[in-house]
C-alpha cells in the first residue's frame, strides 16, 4: 500500500553536492523510521542513515560528517543532502521506509533506487 518515490539523483563531480529525496504516498500506513542505503557494481547494499519518526539519526562511517538526513513527518518525506561527495559514493540509492499497515502488520519497503555518480 505504500509507494516509495525517490528524486535527485544524477552525476555531480568529486567536491559536489546533491540531495535526494523521497516521498511515501498511499493509504493506511504509518512510517517508523526512514533511511537510505547504496549498492555500488560487486558490493554489499549498505545503510547509509536512518532517521527515527522521534528524530533519531545514525550514520555510516564512510559518510558522517559529510551527509545529513532529515525528515518531514507531515509529508513523509526523507532527504539526504550529499556533500564533499567522493568517486567512492558513487552508487544506486535506495529509500527504505519502516511501514505499519492498517492491519498492524509491520514490514520493510524500498524505492525504486536512484543513480548517484560522482566522477574523479
Known amino acids: 500500500q505504500v509507494q516509495l518515490v525517490e528524486s535527485g539523483g544524477g552525476l555531480v563531480q568529486a567536491g559536489g553536492s546533491l540531495r535526494l529525496s523521497c516521498a511515501a504516498s498511499g493509504s493506511a500506513f504509518s512510517i517508523n523510521a526512514m533511511g537510505w542505503y547504496r549498492q555500488a557494481p560487486g558490493k554489499q547494499r549498505e545503510l547509509v542513515a536512518i532517521?527515527?519518526?522521534?528524530?533519531?539519526?545514525n550514520y555510516a562511517d564512510s559518510v558522517k560528517g559529510r551527509f545529513t538526513i532529515s525528515r518531514d513527518n507531515a509529508k513523509n518525506t526523507v532527504y539526504l543532502q550529499m556533500n564533499s561527495l567522493e568517486a567512492e559514493d558513487t552508487a544506486v540509492y535506495s529509500c527504505y521506509a519502516y511501514v505499519r499497515s492498517s492491519t498492524g502488520g509491520t514490514y520493510p519497503s524500498w524505492g525504486q533506487g536512484t543513480q548517484v555518480t560522482v566522477s574523479s
Open positions: 532517521i527515527t519518526i522521534g528524530g533519531s539519526t
